[in-house]
Every structure is written in C-alpha cells, then in structure tokens.
C-alpha cells in the first residue's frame, strides 16, 4: 500500500523517539510505500535520517521564512465573514462552536487551494474583525485589555500555522499523521479532496505539551489564549476526523477521550524496541552512576535532575551523573541554563554533559541505574530500551511511564527533587536490589514491548484502512485499562523494600 506519513518538527529532520519510531515502522515495513510529509520550523531544516528505500518522496511544509509562500501581494486577505465565523469559534469556549471551526477550516481549505494566489489572515481587515470581537468582550479601557499588537502578532501566528493546509493534499491509501495539532492540517486536506482514511497516532498529548510549554511563552495573554483555543479546536477536529486513534499508553487514551474522541475508535499501540540491538548489560560502571539520555528540552526537565544529583553527591560523594543527548535548534540555552545551574550547585564535576552519543546502548551501559526526570511523556523509548539493557529506573509519574515500569522500578512526583534523589540513593545503595529490578525490567520489555509486535499491530491497522473495512472492536483484556496501579511516590525507600521481591511483569496488551 502507499501511506502518506505527515511529521512535525521530528523525522526525518530531526532524532529523538518519535523519530526513532518513525524510522522504525517505516524500514519494519519494507512491503509499503512511504510518502513523507514533514512540517518544519523553515526550509533550512536539514534531512539528518537516511531514509530508506521505500519512502518514496519527502515533501517538507516550512512555517516560517518566504520558501514555498506565495508573495504576499498575490495573497488574497480572508473575507470578513469568514474571518468573522473563524475567531467567533475561538472566542467561543462551548463545545457547540467546534462544528462551526470545522466548517470555517474547511472553506479556508477551498480558499487555499483554488487559483493561484493563497490567502492570508494577517491582513488589515481580519485584524480589524479580532480588534472589534475583542472590543465586544472587554469594557474600553479595562484591565488587560487586548491591544492591536495583540491582534497582528495573533493572526500573524495563525497564518504561519495554517500554511499545512495550503499543501497539495497528498494521495495515498492511508494517510498516518505521527502527532495531533497541525499535523491534522495536511491530512485533512488529503481527506477532504482525495477520500483518505486518517489515522492519528499520538506519543505524548500533544494539547497537554502545548499547555505546559506555553506556561512562560513570549507573548502576552491575548495571543496566547487565541493561539491555544485554536489548537484546542484542531486537536479536537484532528479527535473527530480520524478513523483510527493510536495513542502510544493507555494514560494518553483517558486525555484522548476527555478531548471528544469516540472510545471506539481508539487502539492503544505501545512503542517496542528490537532486543537485538540492545542485548543485556554485563557488569556495572566502577563509581555508583546515574545516567539520563533524551533530548535537552524544558520538557525533559534536567534542572530537577541535577538537584536531585545535589543531594545524592551530598549523601555519596562517589556518585556520578552523566547526560546524555543534544539540544535540539531552539533550545540551546536551556541547555546553558542546565550547565550554569550545575556549576551553581557545585555539582559541575561529578555532573558531566556528553552530548549525542551514537550508539544509545552505550549510555545505558554508562549507568547503574537510568533515570527520566521529565514533566511529560509518552511511552519513553529511554525506559523500555534501558529496561531491555537490564538497568533499573527510576522515573517521573507522567504520562505511560507506570505502564512501562509496572513493578521493575521506582516512580517518583515530576519536579520534586528530594524522592527523585532518595528513589536514586535506594538503589545506589543495594547491587542485590538494582540487579533484582533490573533482571524483572528486562523480562517485562521482551515479554510486552517488542519492535516486531508494534510492527505487526501497525501493518494490521494499515490492512485494515486501506482497504476501507472497519477494524475490529477490541475489548479490553481484564485488569489491563484498570489494572495499572501506579507506582508508589511518596516513599521510595518504602518502594525499594517492596519491590524487593517483583511479583512478576502484569499483561500488557499490544492493542486496546
């Protein structure tokens, strides 16, 4: 079959997990055609994946800088009733105005893609109608209250957003959009003029990591509130739209149904790693290590790492914490603020940044236990492929993160340093209690959370869509949606003690 694989901001421009999974469906997959359409920050972005021979096309969709936009003064500015129809729905906080933004973003659609010429909402007139329908809201004068350069900076955004819609549609037997948001954009484009069935497959949430990111965002209230409400609404259609939901872990499937999706047309597919390419780890490190690996983003949350480390180095000052991963274009001084932060803690010695490493197995082997620090997650490939090592971990409560781990490791609270450190120094602490952990972790990845198993759910799915059959009602298995206890948090000394003797790795289901 040929399936159309839309991305954002991740393969085949850039690494991480996400990436890694693509690169993984796509070469398990060797029967299929790939055609990829990556959505990324400019035109500038450069390939760093080898692609492999069956993707059959790369199309890259830049939202910033003039590559692919159609000069402005062949840009058509929107008609005031439909500027008017598309900011009354984000003004609009009742689920009712979620039909009238599917309507509006589909004669945005038409608009686009007729003619020659585009459009654009940053023009004078569409400011014009925001200025008034914030005018109705707030009294003049009042606190607060939105300005013109909220108005332009807003629909400014919008219109960088918006530019997946103005794609080609892409044809294809399936179209698998790898995260919601505007990657819903190009494939409703696809459905909308070609018919293609839509799948939605989602890591992390991708409306709750937008929330947490723009927490300490640079624009003022006024435009953050529009540009979120905006994504609200699409990741809502993106919900509606899809004929098939794949969330990565149960955890993202309860967000998913929250935010409207028919429970129906969720299967939950979690990420698998191949066991060949991370065998067993043979020995430990001779100083008590704690390794990391993942991107440096705000996300991953290094900062409460490192002061977690503070503490354990007080404790043990033999101890060492090596990171392992690379700052992606953007966050490099993250980055800088991580290291001023270790030099601030006087843990810049025994604390090191390492950068990317080429083989990921080498980090895991570089610890005596792997931590992830993160405010939020998917199905991290850094747990399952360190649990596939052998090594235990210790990990933030976030998202599947207690689906992957179950009894094999310690779960603490996000941002809460001192459980972090005391989880750490338990394990530190007792070779008989890491090697323990670290046997039943890798147990429990081969048994649930294998590369062939994902592989072979996905290539069902794709049977499935493509041919236009509905997919079978899959009931839960008993225990599984329900039965996920979440590891304790509050004391994970007391957690060290009961895991002491694993009760075996619980049934996790390949799809739900």
């Given at each position: ?50 692609l492999p ?15 692919g ?45 007729s003619?020659?010429?585009g ?85 992390g ?71 060949a ?100 997650e ?33 779960v ?16 530190l ?65 007391a ?18």
């Open positions: 079959m040929k399936i159309a694989m839309i991305t954002e901001g991740t393969y085949p421009h850039g690494f991480g997990g996400v990436s890694v999974w693509c690169d993984q469906l796509v070469r398990g997959m060797p029967e299929h055609e790939f055609s990829l359409v990556a959505i990324a920050a400019s035109a500038a972005d450069e390939v760093v994946w080898s021979g069956n993707v059959t096309s790369l199309s890259t969709i830049a939202l910033w800088g003039s590559a936009r159609r000069p402005r003064g062949q840009r058509r500015g929107l008609p005031s009733r439909i500027a008017g129809d598309l900011i009354s729905t984000l003004l609009d906080p009742s689920d009712s105005a979620q039909d009238g933004f599917a309507e509006v973003l589909r004669e945005l659609f038409e608009l686009g893609q003619g020659t010429g459009v654009t909402l940053a023009s004078e007139k569409t400011v014009r109608v925001l200025c008034q329908a914030w005018g109705d809201r707030w009294p003049a004068g009042g606190r607060g209250r939105p300005s013109t350069h909220d108005a332009v900076t807003a629909l400014q955004l919008l219109d960088h957003f918006l530019r997946p819609l103005w794609h080609p549609p892409a044809e294809a037997d399936v179209v698998h959009t790898v995260a919601n948001g505007l990657g819903i954009l190009p494939a409703l484009a696809a459905k909308w003029r070609h018919g293609i069935p839509v799948m939605v497959t989602e890591h949430v991708y409306l709750r990591e937008l929330y947490l990111q723009n927490r300490d965002g640079p624009y003022r209230w006024p435009v953050k509130a529009l540009y979120l409400a905006f994504m609200r609404r699409l990741c809502t259609l993106g919900y509606h739209t899809a004929t098939t939901i794949t969330p990565g872990n149960v955890y993202n499937r309860r967000w998913e149904e929250l935010l409207g999706a028919d429970p129906a047309r969720i299967r939950t597919v979690y990420n698998g790693v191949d066991p390419h991370f065998p067993a780890v043979e020995g430990e490190p001779e100083a008590p290590t704690i390794s990391w690996l993942g991107r440096v983003d705000p996300i991953k949350d290094l900062e409460t790492l490192l002061r977690a480390f503070a503490l354990v180095w007080r404790e043990m000052p033999a101890a060492r914490l090596r990171i392992f991963g690379s700052a992606p274009k953007g966050r490099e001084p993250y980055l800088a603020r991580c290291r001023a932060l270790a030099a601030d803690l006087g843990i810049d010695g025994p604390a090191t940044f390492e950068g990317r490493v080429d083989n990921v197995r080498d980090a895991y082997e570089a610890g005596s236990i792997v931590v992830l620090s993160s405010v939020s998917g199905f991290p490939y850094s747990l399952i492929e360190a649990m596939t090592c052998g090594r235990p971990c210790v990990a933030t409560n976030v998202g599947g993160v207690t689906e992957a781990v179950g009894d094999t490791g310690l603490v609270p996000p941002r809460s340093p001192e459980p972090m450190a005391e989880a750490c120094l338990a394990l602490r007792d070779p008989g209690l890491r090697h323990r952990l670290g046997a039943a972790a890798r147990n429990r990845a081969l048994e649930n959370f294998t590369l062939d198993a994902a592989i072979s759910t996905f290539d069902e799915i794709y049977s499935f869509l493509g041919r236009g059959r509905p997919l079978p009602v899959a009931g839960a298995r008993p225990g599984v949606h329900a039965g996920y206890s979440v590891a304790p948090t509050a004391s994970p000394g957690a060290a003690e009961a895991r002491s003797q694993p009760n075996g790795s619980r049934p996790a289901e390949v799809i739900s």
